[in-house]
């Protein structure tokens, strides 16, 4: 089981120890601290509204990248279930009362994003720039389609019960003061965070020593 968490192909998988003990200890171990990394880059933002601008893409993608899909999925699901479990991880804090959130759909978004890219990662495109590069925006693009359809969800549930919206969110057409509060201003900085990503991890793959 645990050869086939990750892949020759990954950072970790040409790092990680060959014997199936000491590679299961070591991917649990980094499954634990990934997830601790993700609640530290949630602390690092620009504070606007509705959703914080953090580096948390910047580390699901580099991490999931680094790490392929599975080690990648389960370090997001951990960090996820520490949130909902009451642990202060996300940019806003923690709770249960985080589904309500207009940001949880970015959250769960992540999910599919590590999933995307670390499965490129693991079919070989860590030493690739342009194909991991591509992978992580098409990864942010389904974090964003979560996240803009969750926002959606929450809004017409508000309406529903009769309470005001936030006031980003009204005065005129919901899909359209949703895009531009949760969906714009963020396009520029993840292009640029995916950019920085790829960078790292295909440097990082490049220096990793070749076997013969």
């Given at each position: ?7 020759p192909?990954?950072?970790l998988?040409?790092?990680?120890p060959?014997?199936?003990t000491?590679?299961?200890?070591t ?11 993700l609640?530290?880059?949630?602390q690092?933002?620009v504070?606007?509204m ?15 990248a ?6 990648g999925?389960?370090t ?6 520490e949130?909902?479990?009451g642990l202060?991880?996300?940019?806003s804090?923690?709770?249960i ?6 940001s949880?759909?970015f959250?769960?978004?992540y ?8 499965r490129?990662?693991d079919?070989?495109a ?7 590069f591509?992978?992580?925006?098409i ?7 979560f996240?803009f359809?969750w926002l ?10 009769g309470?005001?919206?936030?006031a980003w969110?009204?005065?005129?057409d919901?899909?359209t ?10 396009i520029?900085?993840?292009v ?15 220096l ?5």
């Amino acid at each position: 089981m645990a050869s086939t968490l990750t892949t020759p192909n990954t950072v970790l998988g040409a790092l990680a120890p060959k014997s199936g003990t000491a590679r299961l200890v070591t991917n649990l171990v980094t499954v634990v601290l990934g997830s601790l990394l993700l609640a530290l880059s949630a602390q690092i933002k620009v504070p606007v509204m509705p959703i914080p601008v953090t580096l948390q893409t910047l580390a699901v993608a580099a991490l999931a990248a680094g790490f392929g899909w599975r080690i990648g999925v389960a370090t997001v699901a951990l960090y996820i279930v520490e949130g909902l479990s009451g642990l202060p991880v996300f940019a806003s804090g923690g709770g249960i009362g985080y589904l309500a959130s207009p940001s949880f759909g970015f959250i769960l978004g992540y999910l599919p994003m590590a999933f995307i890219i670390g499965r490129a990662a693991d079919r070989g495109a860590s030493g690739r720039l342009l194909a991991l590069f591509i992978a992580m925006l098409i990864g942010d693009a389904v974090l964003f389609a979560f996240g803009f359809g969750w926002l959606l969800v929450v809004a017409n549930a508000i309406v529903q019960s009769g309470a005001e919206l936030p006031a980003w969110l009204g005065g005129g057409d919901l899909l359209t003061a949703a895009f531009e509060g949760a969906v714009r201003p963020f396009i520029l900085w993840d292009v640029l965070k995916m950019a920085f990503a790829a960078f790292t991890v295909a440097g990082v793959w490049h220096l990793l020593p070749r076997k013969n």
